[in-house]
C-alpha cells in the first residue's frame, strides 16, 4: 500500500469535524467490504466520516463474459463515481502474472464531455500489489460524471482452466483526510477455461511466426475486411524458415 506524504486540508463537512475536535487517523488507505462471492460485476460503495456521509463508488466489470484462456487476453472495467470531490488516482488490481497490454480512460473533460482516450504510455505499475492505477491533478465527479479505467491484460500461458481469479479496485478522493478507498478484493472474478479451437490454433502458429490470428496485422477480421488481400498479408507474416524447421521436426 502506498503512502502520502502530503494530503490537502478536508473541506466542508469534513473541515467541521475537525474542529470540533473529533480525530481521524491519516495516511492510511480504508478498506471496503467486500463481496464474498464472486461475479463478473461488483460495487462497494463508501459512506463514513471520512466522505462526510456522503457516496463514492468503486464499480468493476470484466468485459465479456468473465472467462479468458491461458494466453489469451481479458479486459477489466473499474469505475469511480461520487458526490462531486476530485478523484486524482484510480487503480486496478490485478491476478499475479498478469501483464498489461493496453489501457484507456473515460473522463469528463471541459470541451468534449465524458470521452475516451488511450493512456496506455500513462499508466503506472505496482508490482508489489499487482496493480496499475492512472494518476491526475483531479477528476471531477460532479454532476454525474465519472472516471473510468479500462485495462487489457495478457494471461499466463500457464494459468490453470478451471481457476476464479480475483482482482480488486481503488481510489483517492481529494479534500478528505482519509481519501483513500480500496477494495482488494472486490469480488470481481475471471475464470480460466479452456483455449477453443481457434485460440490452440493461434497458440501454435505463434510459435512458428505467424503471429496471432486475434490481434496485429494478421487479424482474422482482415478476411472480411479485405479479402482480396489477405492472403498476400497472410504470406508476409510468416516466418518460412520456422515454418519449415517446425514441419521437418513434426
Known sequence: MRSRTTRSV???????????????????AIAGAAPAACATTQTVTFND???AWTNYTLHKEVVGDGT????????????????????????????????LVQARESVWKLIGGQEWSTVTDDVRSDSATNSVYKESA???????????????????ADA??????NTGA?????????GDRVANPIG???????????????????????????TGSTALGDIGANPATFSADLING????????????S
Open 49 to 51: 466520516i471520512n466522505t
Open 170 to 178: 481503488g481510489m483517492s478522493i481529494l479534500g478528505f483526510i482519509n
Open 188 to 214: 470481481t472474478c475471471v475464470t480460466i477455461r479452456e483455449p477453443n479451437p481457434v485460440e490452440s490454433v493461434t497458440g501454435s502458429l505463434d510459435g512458428l511466426g505467424l503471429g496471432s490470428l486475434t
Open 10 to 28: 478536508a473541506t466542508g463537512a469534513a473541515a467541521l469535524l475537525i474542529a470540533s475536535g473529533m480525530t481521524v487517523g491519516t495516511g492510511a
Open 238 to 249: 510468416l516466418d518460412l524458415g520456422q515454418l519449415i524447421g517446425g514441419l521437418a521436426g
Open 160 to 165: 490453470t482452466p478451471g481457476e476464479e481469479l
Open 138 to 156: 483531479g477528476w471531477t465527479t460532479a454532476g454525474n460524471a465519472h472516471i473510468t479505467l479500462e485495462t487489457t491484460y495478457r494471461v499466463p
Open 68 to 99: 479468458a484462456a491461458p494466453g489469451g487476453t481479458v479486459t477489466f472495467r473499474t469505475t469511480v463515481s461520487g458526490a462531486g470531490a476530485l478523484i486524482d488516482r484510480i487503480e486496478d488490481y490485478h491476478p499475479e502474472g498478469f501483464e
